[in-house]
């Protein structure tokens, strides 16, 4: 592993409808002292229990950041564990939202030490590109992806699978699933990225061609238009109803000492 140096970030987001009716996708993050926490939530459960699902992931997960910032995976999981605690609280007390669920990416940044953790539940992912090239990423919670791993599907199958959307787990339904703790913490370095989004936008964006903008793009803005322009050129060849897509686009620069 490299040597930790302190690190600044410059970043975008984006959180937009789709063709949907209503927009069951949440962003938020907070930034306390040097540390940074960025979380993304997809809500499922019926048009009013998606999106309420995904707003109290996502404010719950802040608000137990807030409370006690740190990083590390002890605090990452608490701050994460605080959003199953409030969605399955709010389950309790509104049986109309017994069905409902959300996904969960909660990324943290020590800007200090230069470091990156992240937890996950569901399919919204978190990535970590180095020299514009992936170097590790979050794995799903999928049925897809559990076939494949067991060798009944292949890895391209994964985005065009008629089970793809299926999960195993998410907040709200974790099952037997803990929260999933993302390796590291991971070193960064000066010119990493992370992309940490929902399936709206990464079932239309090739990891190739995350790599390719990201190379090409001049800053984390002119990436997240490059990335929403591929996803709206490849929907549009398909008869289906985009749904709800939500990412944020980091850059990592070394900071000035």
Request: charge should be negative; hydrophobic fraction near 45%.
């Amino acid at each position: 592993m490299s040597e930790s140096v302190p690190v600044r970030l410059s970043w975008t987001r984006i959180n937009k409808i789709g063709m949907r009716a209503t927009n069951q996708d949440a962003v938020g993050q907070a930034q306390h002292g040097d540390i940074a926490c960025f979380v993304i939530a997809d809500g499922a459960g019926g048009h009013e229990g998606g999106e309420i699902a995904a707003k109290l992931v996502v404010d719950a997960t802040l608000g137990s950041f807030a409370a006690a910032p740190a990083f590390g995976a002890r605090a990452l999981i608490s701050y994460v564990q605080a959003a199953v605690d409030s969605v399955a609280e709010n389950k309790k007390r509104h049986q109309s939202r017994a069905d409902m669920s959300s996904t969960v990416a909660a990324l943290l940044i020590d800007g200090a030490s230069g470091q990156a953790l992240w937890a996950h539940l569901g399919d919204t992912r978190v990535y970590l590109f180095r020299a514009n090239k992936v170097l590790a990423v979050s794995k799903d919670h999928s049925l897809t992806q559990q076939l494949i791993d067991a060798g009944y599907a292949r890895a391209e199958q994964l985005r065009v699978h008629p089970q793809r959307n299926i999960l195993f787990a998410a907040v709200g339904s974790e099952g037997e699933t803990p929260i999933a703790l993302g390796e590291g913490p991971l070193t960064l370095r000066d010119g990493d990225a992370l992309l940490v989004c929902t399936d709206g936008l990464w079932e239309w964006v090739q990891e190739a061609d995350m790599e390719n903008t990201l190379a090409l793009a001049a800053d984390d803005v002119e990436w997240m238009e490059a990335l929403c322009a591929i996803a709206d050129t490849v929907s549009a060849r398909f008869e289906k109803e985009r749904d709800n897509f939500s990412a944020y686009a980091i850059r990592v620069q070394e900071a000035a000492v």
